[in-house]
């Protein structure tokens, strides 16, 4: 350990590993990414590496890992490998590190589109989403990469094999300044939506579910936010079917023809594998029910 911070000070250590991670073998190119993971297990490091030579480290590995080619089957431990040390470099706590990632162009969105690869490992597409989740936890408004986030987290709305995604929209939604910007993104309600309506069954849809009904909880505080939420069709509905949480039921039947039924004309009232609130507190299904109305008075 007493060596690894003088590698990442040593330009020629650096460059060697860039050109072997270009090499045919793939062994090698593993060998050369793990080689990069250990040495940005040090956070001194991590700025080191994100720094050099303005970002060509950082686009090396994005480049591993957006490589989506059935042709190059052997390079899926070095996909991984580059995946886990970007992920391993975004949870520096030297912001430098984090905002030249955040703002080094096409990682977000490289990060999005492997989610989506038809011939990605999981393991590569796990670390995909816990880095954009990780990296939700950190940009925020005004940073300029706020916008290639938003982007990013809407292709990557249809992964549910982990709540990451839907993670990283709530932590979005925590920040009250980027709850109007959120609402106004192109997709996003849409997408958030989606997330909030996943059907199936387990802990990891239900946390999926829960996560994103609390983004849009949280968006529904804001009032310039609250009225856009309350013309997307989506959004109610989810809210509707959180506060009922009942799957067979489709939440346009709780609509009267004067507005949605409040909790005294229900049987009861409460989200499906009730979880512990934000704050907390055991109290999710009363706060869907607040915003719902919220959103209903703002129609």
Same mark, same amino acid.
């Given at each position: ?62 480049? %591993?890992?957006? &490589? ?6 052997? !390079? ?15 949870? &520096? ?52 990469? *706020? ?24 932590? *979005? ?12 993104? !192109? ?7 989606? %997330?909030? %309506? ?84 055991? *109290? ?7 915003? %719902? ?7």
């Amino acid at each position: 350990m007493d060596n690894v911070p003088e590698m990442a000070r040593n330009d020629l250590v650096l460059e060697t590993l860039l050109k072997l991670m270009k090499e045919d073998n793939p062994e090698t190119r593993r060998n050369a990414v793990v080689t990069l993971f250990n040495v940005a297990c040090s956070d001194q490091n991590t700025v080191r590496l994100a720094r050099y030579r303005d970002g060509t480290i950082l686009e090396a590995l994005v480049d %591993l890992v957006g &490589s989506d080619d059935p042709i190059l089957r052997g !390079h899926d431990e070095a996909r991984a490998n580059a995946a886990e040390t970007i992920f391993n470099m975004s949870c &520096s706590e030297i912001s430098e590190t984090t905002d030249r990632m955040a703002n080094h162009a096409g990682l977000l969105e490289c990060l999005a589109v492997t989610l989506k690869g038809e011939h990605t490992g999981l393991e590569v597409k796990m670390y995909c989403s816990a880095t954009l989740r990780r990296m939700s936890e950190i940009i925020r408004a005004p940073m300029i990469a *706020q916008g290639a986030l938003l982007s990013a987290l809407v292709k990557a709305s249809t992964w549910t094999n982990t709540d990451c995604v839907a993670e990283a929209f709530r932590a *979005q939604a925590a920040v009250p300044e980027n709850c109007v910007i959120m609402a106004n993104h !192109h997709g996003l309600l849409n997408a958030l939506s989606r %997330l909030a %309506l996943t059907r199936g069954e387990g802990e990891d849809v239900e946390k999926v579910r829960r996560a994103s009904c609390m983004a849009i909880e949280l968006m529904s505080r804001q009032d310039e936010a609250r009225a856009l939420l309350s013309q997307n069709e989506g959004i109610i509905m989810a809210l509707t079917k959180a506060s009922y949480g009942e799957e067979d039921q489709d939440p346009r039947n709780t609509y009267n023809g004067e507005g949605f039924l409040d909790g005294s004309e229900r049987a009861g009232s409460r989200f499906s594998g009730d979880g512990e609130d934000d704050d907390g507190s055991n *109290q999710s299904p009363r706060r869907y029910d607040v915003a %719902l109305k919220n959103l209903i008075q703002a129609m």
